[in-house]
Structure formats: structure tokens, C-alpha cells
């Protein structure tokens, strides 16, 4: 089994910060690639930011560019998620997630922390 926790959400106002942190936890053999999507009331998820390959590589959304910065500490299986002037608009379930394997020969699987709600007041 694998979990992946997060913590960090909460309320701010906007222009100011908060810091997201998922460690992963459990079976775990190797992990590719760890990052955040969120959902807002009504809308799909989307991709915040996701940290590939062993965090040579970043992506990130259009909406969260230049604001949001994400890292990765693989001693720990940890990945956090740095928000900066926040706007109304982050306003969301922010979800971790993990493209990992369980053992050497395993395919690379997806897992789902249970969400952090982030609330942007203006």
C-alpha cells in the first residue's frame, strides 16, 4: 500500500503565501514523477505543477506560472508546493499525487493524496 498525506492548506488573503507538503509513504520502490492538481467547485482538475523524473524536470500551469514553485526532496519522498500572491482564483482542493513503482519490474502506477483545501479570501 501506498499513502501520500498532505498538509499546509488553509485560508489566506490575497497577495499572500502558503506552503503545500505531501510526503509518500509505504511500498514504494521508485518514484518518476510527484505533483499537485486542484479543483474548484465546478471544474475540472487541473495540473498545478508536477516535478518528473526525479525532479530534473518541471511543469507547471499557465495560470500559476511565475507564482508558484514546486520541489522535491527524494530522501524523504516529499514534494511541496510553494504558493505566492495568491489570487480568489487558487481557490481550490489542491490533491498530490505520485507516478511510482511498488517493486523493480512493477509498471509505474498512479496514486492520489485525499486533498487540502486552500481558500484565497480577496
Known amino acids: 500500500q501506498v499513502q501520500l498525506v498532505e498538509s499546509g492548506g488553509g485560508l489566506v488573503q490575497a497577495g499572500g503565501s502558503l506552503r503545500l507538503s505531501c510526503a509518500a509513504s509505504?511500498?514504494?520502490?521508485?518514484?518518476?514523477?510527484m505533483g499537485w492538481y486542484r479543483q474548484a467547485p465546478g471544474k475540472q482538475r487541473e495540473l498545478v505543477a508536477e516535478?518528473?523524473?526525479?525532479?530534473?524536470?518541471?511543469n507547471y500551469g499557465d495560470s500559476v506560472k511565475g507564482r508558484f514553485t514546486i520541489s522535491r526532496d527524494n530522501t524523504k519522498n516529499t514534494v511541496y508546493l510553494q504558493m505566492n500572491s495568491l489570487k480568489p482564483e487558487d481557490t481550490a482542493v489542491y490533491y498530490c499525487?505520485?507516478?511510482?513503482?511498488?517493486?523493480?519490474?512493477?509498471?509505474?502506477?498512479?496514486?492520489w493524496g485525499q486533498g487540502t483545501q486552500v481558500t484565497v479570501s480577496s
Open positions: 499525487s505520485a507516478r511510482l513503482r511498488t517493486g523493480k519490474w512493477i509498471p509505474l502506477s498512479d496514486y
Open positions: 509505504g511500498r514504494i520502490f521508485s518514484i518518476n514523477t
Open positions: 516535478s518528473i523524473t526525479g525532479g530534473t524536470s518541471t
